[in-house]
């Protein structure tokens, strides 16, 4: 389509790295204010759209993951702690059977892998639960003119399952929803943001994402957008201090 062009053909500035005093000064900009925050306080002025990331920013997903894989790694009689679990998801490799070959010595069996993903994916101790003042949180940043929108890596029909174990309906709550039957593109890659670029008729400049790893910083990073992580996903504070990375608690405290 026309607008797909359009997208494919977007030509972005060159992006150049921060310098560790621009670090400094971005941060005090608006990323680390003592004592809780007012709504909105964490937004660089000029942004017009805040586009989250789901699992571990807007509801948490990552511990009843960690707690699934690490059950997965059991039945191949690997006990590992979930920080362990959690060093191994945290890698860029998204593939699904090499992060499970990871968590176990038994590298043929890859049959068996698969067959306990797929029996462990749907139980419900292993459903996202929504983090506390998510909802009043989107709604007060809504009231301020601010347009909402998700990027998630789940496919619509994953994501709508996901939604009926949480209080947050992400197809009413944002106003514009990117799933991978949307777009292919995937973080770290920053034309992963060109379909909120064209839908909401912004620069990069205007929009700032919200994200819990350090391919969200990264997409963002590459796409000349701003980011804010979240610690209560997959990221801790250590892990967006080491690149430089603006960071809250949760987004509530945004």
Known sequence: SASMVRM????????????????TSM???????????????HIPGGVKVVAFNWGGTVVDSIEPQLLRYQEIARHFYQDFTLDEVREVLKKTVAHRPTRLR???????????LMHSYYITRDRKEY????FEGTAPTLHALGAQGLRLSLLTGLTHKRLEFDSNNVDLNPFTAFSYVQTPDTSPVQTPDGAVFDGFLEHFSIGPEELLYVGDKIDDYNAAKNAG???????????????????GACHIENISHI
């Open 102 to 112: 990871e968590l176990t010595d038994d590298f043929n069996d890859l049959e068996g």
């Open 127 to 130: 459903a996202s639960r929504t």
């Open 8 to 23: 494919r053909s977007r030509v972005r500035p060159p992006i150049v790295a921060p310098r560790n005093d621009e670090i």
């Open 225 to 243: 957008t701003h980011f804010l992580g979240v610690t209560s996903g997959m990221a801790s504070a250590a892990d967006f201090n080491k690149v």
């Open 27 to 41: 941060r005090s900009d608006f990323c680390y204010t003592s004592g809780m925050s007012k709504t909105g306080e």
